[in-house]
């Protein structure tokens, strides 16, 4: 016979089902694992905005950033153009070079040119009695140095008489000259003697087409040669005259030597810068 106090209460049948797996515990846990993921992804996303370090306050000035290396060049903004292509790259060098040599041959034509102008300004302004050294300044400018231009640098300010007026003073000078080529010698009598006196008071001159080698030939000779502009050959006549005829025209011949040195730079100038020009021109041809 079983003990009262053996006998216990019936219990609740709910309590033999079986418990679930998945309890509050797990769905809490799962819970605080997607909290834990979104708060990841947000501070990711927007943590740089957030945290970004404030601005210095209104007054306080930042302390200077260090100076970037010299040796790392800060890259350049502006999109690099598109390398050319290999074969390309050498088509553009000989276009280049041709663009270089045309510039230089204009330049060069164009100074030519202008030393041109400038010679044949100075040859016409050296015709006259007076100085022409503004327009042999504007002739050095353009034009290279040369033993012509030292001589014209050094006549330039006096000038020399014009041929025309070189032309009108010979025969004064002729019939000195003339006067003093008759001139008796030591020995000569009193008969020579009186008719030298008549000559300087009278000057007589025989003039045009004389013949032979005397003075007043010679002197004739030069005087056509001088109408005629041709002042080296005169020149070489009045060479030829005797000792006291020379001297008589002495004054006269160191003008027209003048004349002529001047001529002579002034035409070898305006020749050489029509040459360069020509030169120029058929270089750019």
């Known amino acids: 016979m079983t003990e ?6 019936p219990k609740d049948p709910a309590d033999y089902r079986p418990r679930p797996l998945l309890g509050v515990t797990f769905w809490a846990m799962i819970a605080f694992a997607v909290v834990c993921v979104l708060a990841g992804v947000a501070i990711a996303q927007f943590g740089p905005r957030l945290f970004s370090p404030k601005p210095a306050a209104h007054g306080v000035e930042a302390p200077p950033a260090d100076p970037a290396p010299a040796a790392a060049p800060a890259a350049s903004a502006t999109p690099a153009l598109p390398a050319l292509s290999d074969a390309a790259s050498p088509d553009v060098a000989k276009l280049s070079a041709r663009m270089a040599i045309l510039e230089t041959r204009q330049a060069h034509a164009a100074q030519a040119a202008a030393a041109v102008l400038a010679s044949a300004a100075v040859a016409e302004a050296s015709q006259g009695s007076g100085s022409f050294a503004d327009e042999l300044a504007t002739l050095r400018a353009s034009s290279p140095p040369s033993p012509e231009l030292e001589t014209l640098a050094r006549l330039a300010a006096a000038g020399a008489p014009s041929r ?9 000078y002729a019939a000195r ?3 003093a080529a008759r001139a008796p010698g030591e020995k000569a009598g009193l008969g020579d003697r009186i008719a030298y006196a008549l000559t300087k008071i009278v000057s007589l001159r025989r003039v045009g087409d004389v013949a032979g080698d005397g003075p007043d030939a010679l002197l004739a000779r030069a005087e056509r040669l001088v109408d005629d502009g041709d002042l080296d050959r005169a020149f070489r006549q009045l060479d030829r005259l005797p000792p006291a005829a020379r001297e008589a025209m002495a004054p006269w011949r160191a003008r027209a030597e003048r004349r002529a040195e001047i001529d002579r730079a002034a035409q070898a100038l305006r020749a050489r810068a029509l040459a360069e020009l020509a030169a120029e021109q058929r270089g750019g041809a």
């Not at 025309?164 to 004064?172: R, W």
């Open 164 to 172: 025309a007026a070189l032309a009108s003073s010979f025969p004064g």
């Open 177 to 179: 000259a003339a006067s």
């Open 4 to 9: 009262p106090s053996d006998i216990t209460a």
